[in-house]
């Protein structure tokens, strides 16, 4: 890992070298980052707690996503109770827990999704990599590399305001940067929140402000592993995470209910959870989320319904991402195990999201008029992704072709 990272570095050398002067005037871009890529901040004012060494009441804002300090044992359990979040089935709307107030920082500022922990620690580290490569190409933070987070627990349908917000920054940004059309680069979640992004904005609009977008690990229909942080959580890829306790906090946020297995691409019928005294499919979910005893997964779904459709973006599209690494495919599980501890049958993908999901972008191909560039990368996974020097190589020559063709 340090011989690649000592290699990307080199790389990264070579274009401050060579490239910072080809570009005096390179076309915008926008960072949308996936789930876990946005940094939260939190204030408390609460009259309970869960442990006596929980904070009560803060004078100001604080990080809490990604916090490393408050991942350890015992203060993860404040975390939790402050990050989770509660579902109302008659608004059809979460809400932070009571005396929580929890907000997505700096909006339009690149180092909000460079980086999750403020502190810079490497687990923290995001879009760091592809920050630092476009800097070296002549780029300026916050100026023409512009961030979009948003509230990564939530699903679509409350995420109008982000989507709002989307738009002006778009809107600002290509005016800042001489009229110049716009580039999208997103990562795993970011990527069918963009589509559904573009899918709402008309065809004039799109032909106006954006030139490209990039998807890197692009989880357009979703994912098998959202069915299995229902059931025993998940640790994002972060290794001082505990699943187990991520999942409190996990399985309340709509927007894993969003990321399940898409219609599209997974037939009715087609057994994603196998258990001796029954099998659940997309045709029965329901039942799985009554027989784990959390029906508000289900209620959760069905708010999201409306948001699970396929429509191409119309845009130029690159589809970029990972293969040939283990990625779950099914849950099965043996005698009295269910629902904790499945067993996983596994299949191919980048060891986070199955390769029929990462490569559905190929559905558009004769759905619209914009470009669908595809390319599978081997034994690259989810988050190696957003660093791996064959990503950073491909971003750059695509800008640079992208200026000349300006020029």
Known sequence: MRFKQFVLNIFLSAILFCGASQLINPPPVILVPG????????????????????QKTTADYFSLWLNIELLVPIVIDCWVDNIK???????????NQPGVDIRVPGFGESFRVEW?????????????DIGNALVALGYQRDFNIRGAPFDFRKGPSESMDFFNNLKKLVEDTYVQNNNQKVIFIVHSMGGPMSVLFFQMMKESWKDKYIRSVVSLSGAF????????????????GV???????????QITTPSLAWLMPSPVFWKPNEVLVQTEAKNYSLSNIKDFFYDINYMTGWEMRKDQEPYIKFDAPGVELHCLHGYGLQTVEKLYYKQGNFPENPYFQYGDGDGTVNRRSLASCLWWRDKQKKKIHYQAFPNMD???ILRDDR????????????SRKSD
């Open 116 to 128: 999750l922990d403020p502190t810079k620690l490497s687990p923290g580290a995001y879009f760091k």
């Open 239 to 249: 290794f001082v995470l505990n699943q187990k306790v991520m999942k409190e906090m």
């Open 35 to 54: 789930d876990g890529g946005s940094q939260l901040e939190a204030k408390l004012n609460k009259s309970d707690i869960v442990h006596y060494i929980c």
């Open 382 to 384: 989810h988050m190696q």
């Open 391 to 402: 990503i950073i190589s491909y971003l750059v020559n695509l800008i640079l072709e992208l």
């Open 85 to 95: 979040l509660v579902y109302d089935n008659v608004t059809r709307k979460t809400y």
């Open 221 to 236: 229909a979703g994912s098998i592993k959202a069915l299995k942080v229902f059931v025993m959580g998940d640790d994002l």
